[in-house]
């Protein structure tokens, strides 16, 4: 009986040390992760912080995003084809205006012009953005809803994860500017405002 005390004693004592070594070389590492996640974030921050107010989306939101798509990799790759900080597949990027994909800039914005274009598609349904976001529209369209996918319902999961707002909230800007008739006209939509406001810079031109 006391033999079988001592082993079961040398045991919890040698499964005690194997766990304190484990530690004592995981901890740093996760660290130095969590570290250089911090770096990686900041270092994109003022870009995603100016194109979140130019695209009216949250950072909080894009941060999350391209945690989860490429964890601040801007060199990325996926085993399908999608490239970059918010993994954006060649089609996509060039439809949103993006001519290379390797440039941090150029990729977060065309993400964020993806994701605003989505919001209003979905209605700022957050779930089904994250979703048409990562499976495709065609996916939502399928399914009328959500896809059945393990790798949607992960993501979905995942950015849920550090972006923690169950909904997509987004301001409404109002823009306003002067007419040819010298009317103050006031919009919320950016298009229609940017068109007139180029239409005045030309003339004045």
Do not use: W
């Not at 999350?64 to 490429?70: G, M």
């Amino acid at each position: 009986m006391k033999d079988r005390k001592t082993v079961l004693r040398l045991l919890f004592h040698k499964k005690i040390f194997s766990l304190g070594v484990l530690l004592l070389f995981v901890l740093p590492s996760l660290k130095m992760e969590v570290q250089a996640n911090q770096e990686f974030k900041s270092k994109y921050n003022d870009i995603i912080e100016s194109l979140a107010l130019k695209y009216n989306v949250d950072p909080k939101l894009i941060h999350s995003i391209i945690r989860a798509e490429s964890n601040y990799n801007s060199i990325a790759v996926s085993p399908k084809g999608a490239v970059g900080l918010m993994q954006l597949m060649p089609e996509t990027a060039k439809e949103f205006g993006v001519e290379n994909l390797y440039d941090p800039k150029e990729n977060i914005e065309g993400g964020v012009k993806y994701l605003d274009y989505l919001c209003k598609l979905y209605n700022n349904r957050k779930d089904l953005v994250l979703a048409a976001y990562n499976a495709g529209q065609e996916a939502i369209k399928k399914y009328g809803g959500i896809p059945p996918y393990p790798e949607t319902i992960n993501y979905i999961k995942k950015v849920n994860g550090s972006h923690k707002k169950p909904t997509i909230r987004r301001k409404t800007i109002i823009y306003k500017f002067y007419d040819k008739s010298g009317r103050l006209i006031f919009t919320n939509d950016r298009t229609y405002y940017l068109l007139n406001k180029r239409k005045q810079n030309t003339n004045s031109n």
